[in-house]
């Protein structure tokens, strides 16, 4: 199926286009402090986020990857992005999400995930979710409490490619 379109309150998010790159890049993906609990690693080059946007506009048409550029509704901007993916570490979907710095503290993660577990009930029809934190990052837990998940057990969390590890959290979300 074909990555929607889906619509939240204050934000649309949409496939990427290739054409996003360069605000990727500027807005999160050469920033250090968003990458830091992110399974990714920053980038330091324009050209490998072109690379990274060339990889998710072919995952479009995927029927277990969904990735959604998050953009305000009030301006057009580009903010961050919001994920539910097939895990086959966990043979289940996972969600993921990430916003430009200036983004933080907003609510802007909540209601994008609002949104895609929504999607990820009524037109995937999964019966459970899984999303991974660094306990380290609590921002992120408070998310998933919001969503309803709750802590399944305590993991290892590997980010920047596996260049640093962190005591993590593994939440589920049963329907």
């Given at each position: 199926?074909?990555?929607?379109?889906?619509?939240a309150?204050?934000?649309?998010?949409?496939?990427?286009?290739?054409?996003?790159?360069?605000?990727?890049?500027?807005?999160?993906?050469?920033?250090?402090?968003?990458?830091?609990?992110?399974?990714?690693?920053?980038?330091?080059?324009?050209?490998?986020?072109?690379q990274?946007?060339?990889?998710?506009?072919?995952?479009?048409p995927?029927?277990?990857w969904?990735?959604?550029?998050?953009?305000?509704?009030?301006?057009?901007?580009?903010?961050?992005?919001?994920?539910?993916y097939?895990?086959?570490?966990y043979?289940?979907?996972?969600?993921?999400?990430?916003?430009?710095?200036?983004?933080?503290g907003?609510?802007?993660?909540?209601?994008?995930?609002?949104?895609?577990?929504?999607?990820?009930?009524?037109?995937?029809k999964?019966?459970?979710?899984?999303?991974?934190?660094?306990?380290?990052?609590p921002?992120?837990?408070?998310?998933?409490e919001?969503?309803?998940?709750?802590?399944?057990?305590?993991?290892p969390?590997?980010?920047?490619?596996?260049?640093?590890?962190?005591?993590?959290?593994?939440?589920?979300?049963?329907?």
């Open positions: 199926m074909k990555t929607p379109v889906l619509e309150e204050r934000l649309l998010l949409r496939p990427f286009c290739e054409a996003d790159a360069q605000r990727v890049f500027d807005c999160w993906e050469s920033d250090s402090e968003v990458a830091r609990y992110m399974f990714w690693s920053s980038h330091n080059d324009v050209e490998k986020t072109r990274w946007a060339a990889f998710e506009v072919s995952q479009i995927s029927d277990q969904y990735r959604w550029a998050v953009v305000l509704k009030a301006t057009g901007e580009l903010i961050g992005t919001g994920l539910v097939y895990e086959e570490e043979h289940l979907f996972e969600i993921g999400y990430n916003f430009g710095k200036e983004y933080w907003y609510g802007y993660a909540t209601e994008t995930m609002e949104v895609t577990v929504d999607f990820a009930k009524n037109v995937l999964v019966k459970e979710l899984v999303g991974r934190y660094a306990k380290e990052n921002a992120s837990g408070r998310v998933m919001k969503l309803g998940f709750r802590y399944s057990r305590e993991i969390y590997e980010a920047n490619e596996g260049k640093h590890r962190y005591d993590g959290v593994e939440c589920r979300l049963k329907f």
